[in-house]
């Protein structure tokens, strides 16, 4: 229950987003799924809560929807939910039950990691296309989570067959929702599947936005981070299990010329200390050059026939 000295003031929607990124901030809560600051929080709650747009323009428009009035009922909704972020240290996506890549909007419970990979925007601005083969037909999403890389693949290369995969049935469940929600059910398969275990393709192309927080940096993860599901976010002692046990297995499941894009945080030294001689490229995104690599298979089975030696 909501307590009656909450500090959520005002009689408008622009006054109840600044009080509420005051609320915020001085809760110390931590962002990283969907915002990355107080008063970004605080817009999406208000909105979302109001039930008004989410792209709504709060203050350039002549007639801002920042000046429309709220009544006393609405603030003690809005301050309710404020209190469960507040209090629960839940990711705000799982309050509300959405969160959007690319403008696209994707349904979120705490079954799966809130989707907030940067190999979003490569699908989306067309910059990988050029590493692809013409003949790219077999795109597959491993560590798929809510299916929303699967669906934003599908939604770039129309041409493509997409498979969703996932160790976890609950997350294949999400992404379920988010294939059917989008009408993609023709184009995406999903599949349950211990890295390639069950995948054997071959594939043209592999996604894969891993398990990789090292065991030290797992040890310091804020409250929001560990609402999410362990399993999609630990990759043991320096956060390169799983990478390893996919680059071992990955030749033998892609075409010629396939390519893996890789997401690893920041984890780029561990990267490149588990793999001293691998040949990659980095790829930019708006975290930089060091988060997203591309690696083709020729790279990998060159590496494995090194070890081999």
Request: hydrophobic share 45%; with cysteine.
């Amino acid at each position: 229950m909501i307590s009656s000295t909450h500090p959520l003031t005002g009689n408008t929607v622009g006054a109840l987003v600044e009080s509420g990124a005051q609320w915020l901030a001085s809760a110390g809560v931590f962002f990283g799924h969907g915002t990355t600051n107080a008063h970004d929080e605080a817009v999406w709650l208000v909105l979302w809560r109001l039930g008004l747009p989410l792209d709504s323009d709060l203050y350039d428009a002549p007639d801002s929807i920042k000046n429309r009035a709220v009544t006393p009922d609405q603030l003690t909704l809005v301050a309710t939910l404020f209190e469960e972020r507040i209090r629960t240290r839940k990711p705000a996506a799982y309050l509300t039950r959405e969160a959007w890549l690319q403008g696209v909007p994707f349904y979120i419970d705490e079954r799966a990691i809130v989707p907030r990979s940067f190999i979003a925007e490569l699908l989306a601005d067309g910059s990988v296309d050029g590493f692809l083969s013409e003949n790219t037909r077999q795109v597959l999403d491993l560590c798929t989570g809510n299916g929303s890389l699967a669906v934003l693949a599908a939604m770039a290369w129309p041409e493509v067959e997409v498979t969703g995969a996932d160790i976890s049935a609950d997350a294949l469940a999400v992404a379920r929702i988010n294939v059917d929600k989008h009408g993609l059910q023709d184009r995406i398969r999903l599949q349950l599947s211990d890295g390639l275990a069950a995948l054997p393709g071959p594939w043209d192309l592999i996604l894969c936005n891993p398990p990789y927080v090292n065991a030290d940096s797992m040890a310091a993860l804020p409250s929001e981070y560990r609402a999410e599901p362990e399993l999609a976010l630990a990759g043991g002692t320096d956060g390169m299990d799983f990478v390893r046990q996919l680059f071992a297995a990955a030749p033998a499941c892609m075409t010629e010329d396939a390519v893996i894009i890789l997401e690893i945080g920041n984890e780029r030294a561990h990267f490149e200390a588990a793999f001293p001689q691998l040949p990659v490229f980095w790829l930019e995104t708006s975290a930089g050059e060091d988060q997203v690599l591309l690696v083709t298979r020729q790279a990998l089975a060159a590496q494995t026939q090194l070890t081999a030696q």
